[in-house]
């Protein structure tokens, strides 16, 4: 695999970073996320009952549910909702704070294969900022390149000084695995902050996995996988 254009996006999420440190240091703030993927058979209530009663702010959704299911738990949890986007029979919504912007898109990859996400940027305080992104990576030819376009995206798109998480569906476990190799410099696995992962305990075999960062502006101070599907992060945004 030729490592340029790795090197490059690298560099340039990395400038960003340091870029929004000069800027100033202002105190971090705290924040909850829950990520779930409900299955047709949860119910808006189920899931809203679960964010009050965990005290997320934030919530990272995935079902195969209509925008009606992703509006009521929005309701019910009295936090606003993106607008949902419909990815490969999937429809994806973020709930916090109402959102600067929201978009779902499609990315082609160099040699084949396309990224598809749902993306939004929160402005916590005037001083914070945090992206969400729910990405799938379908049919991959070349697993550097993906990575590459999806690094690319979060240097020329997201904001300077915002935190971002992130989930990636990828299409097999391997290649799960070596997504996770390359982002490894930039974002961090929210595995590692389970309590599983802190005890040097091997993780089961996984496609979908979940990241923050970047590490000069986020961090993961606990995680805890709450039901098959379902995480909920405790982050500190804005070190």
Same mark, same amino acid.
């Given at each position: 695999?030729?490592?340029?254009?790795?090197?490059?996006?690298?560099?340039? &999420?990395?400038?960003?970073?340091?870029?929004?440190?000069?800027?100033?240091?202002?105190?971090?703030? +705290?924040?909850?996320?829950?990520?779930?993927? @409900?299955?047709?058979?949860?119910?808006?209530?189920?899931? @809203?009952?679960?964010?009050?009663?965990?005290?997320?702010?934030?919530?990272?959704?995935?079902?195969?549910?209509?925008?009606?299911?992703?509006?009521?738990?929005?309701?019910?949890?009295?936090? @606003?909702?993106?607008?949902?986007?419909?990815?490969?029979?999937?429809?994806?919504?973020?709930?916090?704070?109402?959102?600067?912007?929201?978009?779902?898109?499609?990315?082609?990859?160099?040699?084949?294969?396309?990224?598809?996400?749902?993306?939004?940027?929160?402005?916590?305080?005037? +001083?914070?900022?945090?992206?969400?992104?729910?990405?799938?990576?379908?049919?991959?030819?070349?697993?550097?390149?993906?990575? +590459?376009?999806?690094?690319? =995206?979060?240097?020329?798109?997201?904001?300077?000084?915002?935190?971002?998480?992130?989930?990636?569906?990828?299409?097999? &476990?391997?290649?799960?695995?070596?997504?996770?190799?390359?982002?490894?410099?930039?974002?961090?696995?929210? =595995?590692?902050?389970?309590?599983?992962?802190?005890?040097? @305990?091997?993780?089961?075999?996984?496609?979908?996995?979940?990241?923050?960062?970047?590490?000069?502006?986020?961090?993961?101070?606990?995680?805890e996988r709450l039901a098959p599907g379902t995480?909920?992060?405790?982050?500190?945004?804005?070190?």
């Amino acid at each position: 695999m030729k490592q340029g254009r790795l090197v490059i996006a690298a560099v340039a &999420v990395m400038a960003a970073a340091c870029g929004g440190m000069m800027m100033g240091t202002p105190k971090p703030v +705290n924040r909850d996320v829950l990520i779930t993927r @409900a299955d047709a058979n949860t119910s808006a209530e189920q899931t @809203a009952q679960m964010l009050t009663q965990r005290g997320a702010q934030f919530a990272m959704l995935a079902s195969p549910r209509d925008s009606a299911w992703f509006a009521e738990v929005a309701r019910r949890a009295n936090l @606003a909702s993106t607008r949902p986007g419909k990815v490969s029979g999937t429809t994806y919504a973020f709930l916090g704070p109402k959102a600067l912007g929201d978009t779902t898109l499609t990315l082609a990859i160099p040699g084949g294969g396309v990224i598809r996400m749902h993306d939004a940027l929160f402005e916590i305080d005037k +001083n914070h900022q945090l992206d969400l992104m729910s990405v799938q990576m379908d049919s991959i030819v070349n697993v550097q390149r993906a990575v +590459n376009k999806l690094l690319e =995206y979060i240097a020329g798109d997201v904001g300077a000084t915002a935190s971002v998480l992130f989930a990636i569906e990828a299409p097999t &476990v391997a290649i799960g695995d070596s997504i996770a190799v390359l982002m490894r410099p930039l974002y961090t696995d929210v =595995y590692e902050c389970t309590a599983e992962g802190r005890s040097g @305990a091997a993780r089961a075999p996984a496609a979908a996995r979940v990241y923050f960062g970047p590490i000069a502006r986020m961090r993961c101070e606990s995680a805890e996988r709450l039901a098959p599907g379902t995480l909920l992060g405790h982050f500190e945004i804005g070190l």
